[in-house]
């Protein structure tokens, strides 16, 4: 009874947010244009990027021109409360979280399993295919190096739909995606924007799903003989659904140490636990689009 009358005690989430809300008006209404500036120059959530804007946008176009099987939605710079969190074991810590029952988007990928699983959930038989080029702000620090910020330019895939035989739906959609990865570095590098050479896959898969592991690497090397293909047993497992593929390329003129993994693409169960149908499943990869002049150009 006691933890009744204080769960009754408790005011609504409502009134905090509210008290929350006039705590920070206050705050900024306190605030002076000496700190404004102060904080512009030294905080790495809110500096600007280093990548020319108008690179960014030639990146832009390259990606989504790539990605040509996918439909592009434009994301809303926020996302639902825990849209990071919930779906795979990540912090929330990681996450700007807003007063309101929104937080800035960290990962595109995720917002991108949401759509995918609404359309499903309308559509149980339809097979997704979303793509995004997203400005994404994380709250831990941000990477030692030259002009690195905790903001980023990031395009995403998401392809969603009906578990097929023999891994059919995993094999597709991982080719699909890494296709529309090396159209991009491809045509990155003919534009002069930045891309290597000597390209490698990492495929990754946990005891499971070595089946799958194998059915995507003999994939990879039938369609693209040059690509290097190195096997690795999967590390993060409570992240990842039994499969992760890395893709990258090597810096020109370099060894072996100068490769650079620039694609991170796994099998989620996100789309399963959204839609409470386990068949349904959700292939999702992100490159940080913005590494390709800052690393290579």
Request: proline share 5%; hydrophobic share 45%; aromatic share 4%.
């Amino acid at each position: 009874m006691d933890d009744d009358r204080s769960a009754a005690s408790d005011p609504p989430v409502h009134d905090r947010r509210g008290e929350l809300l006039v705590e920070a008006r206050d705050a900024a209404s306190r605030r002076r244009p000496a700190q404004l500036l102060a904080q512009w120059a030294d905080d790495s959530l809110v500096v600007p990027s280093a990548v020319d804007l108008r690179t960014s946008v030639a990146l832009d176009a390259l990606a989504l021109a790539a990605a040509s099987d996918h439909e592009a939605l434009l994301l809303s710079p926020v996302a639902p409360l825990g849209a990071t969190s919930v779906l795979g074991p990540t912090s929330q810590d990681r996450v700007l979280s807003t007063i309101r029952p929104v937080e800035v988007v960290s990962d595109p990928t995720n917002v991108l399993a949401l759509e995918a699983a609404a359309r499903i959930r309308r559509s149980p038989d339809e097979e997704v295919r979303l793509c995004t080029v997203h400005q994404t702000l994380r709250m831990q620090p941000a990477p030692a190096g030259r002009a690195r910020t905790r903001h980023f330019r990031m395009f995403a895939m998401a392809d969603a739909g009906r578990a097929r035989a023999d891994d059919g739906f995993e094999v597709a959609a991982v080719m699909r995606q890494l296709g529309a990865y090396r159209r991009l570095l491809e045509a990155a590098a003919a534009a002069g924007l930045g891309a290597g050479d000597r390209p490698r896959a990492i495929v990754r898969a946990d005891d499971g799903h070595a089946v799958l592991g194998d059915r995507v690497a003999a994939a990879i090397a039938a369609a693209w003989p040059g690509v290097e293909i190195v096997r690795e047993a999967l590390a993060n497992a409570a992240y990842y659904d039994g499969l992760r593929v890395g893709y990258g390329v090597h810096r020109r003129g370099g060894d072996s140490a100068t490769f650079v993994e620039l694609v991170d693409l796994g099998r989620f169960d996100w789309v399963g636990q959204l839609t409470s149908d386990r068949r349904n499943r959700l292939m999702a990869s992100a490159i940080g689009i913005q590494l390709l002049p800052l690393l290579f150009a």
